[in-house]
């Protein structure tokens, strides 16, 4: 009887084969969440078994497939006066649990990749939660879709736009510690935020904006300063629109192969990896001439090839934001072109950047961005960091709330970050040393050489960093580097805290050993 009972509760889900005794898994066990400014519009809890998905940590290689069993609990909310209706999903391992309570950002224009997260968190015993902050969820999510940000042509969805920024975010710490502490009875001890891209500027944000929502928070290649880097990356496209000459993607990889050949041994170690990009002074138009081979047929590098490479390394100036380093992939995002059969390129619109600047700028999501002028685009850049700051901008480099909260904040980037420039980073922690010299004691950067945007790349990544902020907050074991795997031939090494420098010292180069931790140049 019971059991028949259970079955028709579960209404015919999936998993109608879940334990057949009472669950504290069910909507009549979880006390419903207390949201200052929310209301609780629905919660729904059913106990899942045997879930299996391909899953990884934020910023990690090392992921793959994991089976689960979780308390999957859904707490629909709404915003009074805002019209929003948001998803926050909290994964509950059965058992197991850690004792920690781990929140997931997303990245691009979401802000949850869902189970692509929860799936390996809940793994490694974390209760664990990501919000859809009121428009996308999951992996279906487009991180590059922005429609949602308009409510009507010339009108910006704020309310949408505020919880992207970060009260979804907030709201998500919120609502996943109360359920943790009604679903097992006691609160988590710790609670952290991981997140990589977007995701690492919303723990950047929690830092700065909402500081006792999490006492550890791994920022990782941090989409800083949104409002201005977003349409600063549109500047090649720019020149190649206002040029109209479109490189061939052979083209622009013949530019980044003759800058790592320039550079790559100028750090002492031939690796195809440029771990000094500031002392790598090569500009495109210097590589003009050099041979590149596309489908077999030797090509040169061109002058208008190097003009809107160029945009790409140099970023837009002092009105706009900088440049990606030289052995950054490019043609992903910044100079993102495909040719036909007979040789005629075109641009594939860099939608990332392209987006934000229709969408957000214009307003308009049909808005003829190919036909700017560039003193349009840069009125447009203008317009966008006026506009935008006050949400997007990670503009506070006083952190002295979260740290008197003895809150811990680990940032890596890696050098060879194709979608988002490293030095955007580099300023805005030089701007919390600035504003507390001592800041090392609780936030710590580390620059990541030959690695790409979130993982990917030559360089090794740092997979243990959620191990080592868990030891720092809980051991206040500071990590005096951070530990990097699985780079190109197998290389480790341990990465220096900024503005401590990797320099080679001699010996195997696949060793950590090998290097040393020095002052910059
Ligand atoms: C989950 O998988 C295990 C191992 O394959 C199996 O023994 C168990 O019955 C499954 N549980 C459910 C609820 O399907
Ligand atoms: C979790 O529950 C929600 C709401 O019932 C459902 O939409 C979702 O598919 C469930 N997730 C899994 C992995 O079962
Ligand atoms: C509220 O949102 C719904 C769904 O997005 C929409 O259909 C409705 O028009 C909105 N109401 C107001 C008053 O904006
Ligand atoms: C690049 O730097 C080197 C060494 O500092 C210097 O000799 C050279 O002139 C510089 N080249 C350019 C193009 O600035
Ligand atoms: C281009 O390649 C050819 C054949 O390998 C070589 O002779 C020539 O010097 C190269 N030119 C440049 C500018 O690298
Ligand atoms: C990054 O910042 C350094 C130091 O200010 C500067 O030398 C370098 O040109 C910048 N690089 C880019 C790509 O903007
Ligand atoms: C090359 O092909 C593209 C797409 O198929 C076409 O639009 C373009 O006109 C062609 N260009 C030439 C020069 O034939
Ligand atoms: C492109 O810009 C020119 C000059 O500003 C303008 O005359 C033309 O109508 C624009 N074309 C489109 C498609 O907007
Ligand atoms: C791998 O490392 C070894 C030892 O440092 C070196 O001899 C070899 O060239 C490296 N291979 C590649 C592909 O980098």
Redo the contacts with the bound molecule.
């Keep these: 009887m019971l059991f028949t009972q259970l079955i028709l509760s579960l209404g015919g889900a999936v998993f109608s084969h879940a334990a057949a005794a009472p669950t504290r898994c069910s909507p009549s066990f979880i006390t419903k969440p207390d949201l200052i400014g929310g209301s609780i519009l629905n919660l729904q809890a059913n106990e899942v078994h045997n879930y299996s998905a391909v899953s990884l940590a934020p910023g990690t290689n090392n992921g793959g497939r994991y089976t689960i069993n979780f308390c999957n609990v859904t707490v629909t909310y709404t915003h009074p006066g805002w019209n929003d209706t948001v998803n926050t999903q909290v994964w509950l391992p059965l058992d197991d649990w850690n004792g920690r309570f781990q929140g997931l950002g997303g990245g691009g224009y979401a802000t949850g990749f869902g189970s692509i997260y929860l799936t390996y968190a809940v793994a490694q015993g974390y209760s664990s939660a990501s919000t859809d902050g009121g428009f996308a969820t999951g992996a279906t999510v487009i991180p590059t879709d922005l429609s949602w940000a308009l409510s009507s042509k010339g009108n910006v969805n704020w309310f949408l736009f505020e919880n992207y920024a970060s009260k979804a975010t907030n709201d998500m710490a919120i609502i996943g510690k109360q359920i943790t502490n009604s679903y097992y009875g006691k609160a988590a001890k710790y609670s952290y935020f991981t997140g990589c891209s977007g995701g690492g500027r919303q723990g950047l944000m929690m830092a700065q904006t909402f500081p006792d929502a999490f006492d550890g928070i791994l920022a990782i290649s941090p989409a800083i300063n949104l409002e201005t880097f977003i349409p600063a990356g549109y500047w090649p496209e720019q020149v190649m629109n206002q040029n109209k000459y479109y490189p061939s993607p052979c083209e622009v990889e013949g530019f980044t192969k003759a800058a790592v050949k320039a550079c790559d041994r100028m750090d002492g170690v031939e690796d195809g990896i440029i771990s000094d990009?500031?002392i790598c002074n090569f500009t495109a138009y210097s590589f003009v001439g050099q041979n590149f081979t596309c489908n077999g047929i030797r090509h040169s590098l061109t002058a208008s090839g190097a003009q809107v490479v160029d945009a790409a390394?140099?970023?837009s100036g002092k009105e706009g934001w900088?440049?990606?380093?030289k052995d950054a992939a490019i043609s992903s995002y910044y100079v993102p072109t495909t040719c036909s059969g007979n040789g005629s390129c075109h641009s594939s619109g860099a939608p990332l950047f392209g987006k934000w600047v229709s969408n957000l700028v214009a307003k308009d999501s049909d808005f003829a961005i190919n036909n700017m002028t560039d003193a349009a685009f840069f009125k447009a850049l203008h317009a966008s960091t006026a506009q935008y700051s006050s949400f997007v901008g990670n503009v506070e480099s006083d952190l002295s709330s979260f740290k008197a909260n003895g809150g811990k904040m680990i940032t890596w980037h890696g050098l060879a970050d194709e979608a988002i420039?490293?030095?955007g980073t580099?300023?805005y922690y030089e701007e919390v040393l600035k504003n507390d010299p001592e800041a090392q004691d609780f936030y710590r950067f580390f620059e990541a050489p030959g690695v790409a945007h979130c993982y990917g790349g030559l360089g090794p990544i740092p997979n243990g960093a959620i191990s080592q902020l868990v030891a720092w907050v809980e051991k206040d074991d500071a990590p005096a580097t951070l530990h990097a795997t699985n780079g190109n031939n197998n290389t480790a090494r341990d990465l220096c805290p900024y503005p401590l420098q990797q320099k080679y010292a001699g010996g195997d180069a696949r060793k950590p050993a090998s290097f040393v931790c020095a002052r910059r140049a």
Excluded: A, Q, R, T
Aim: aromatic residues 14%; hydrophobic residues 30%; proline residues 21%.
């Design positions: 990009p500031d390394w140099s970023g900088f440049g990606v380093n420039p490293p030095n580099i300023k």
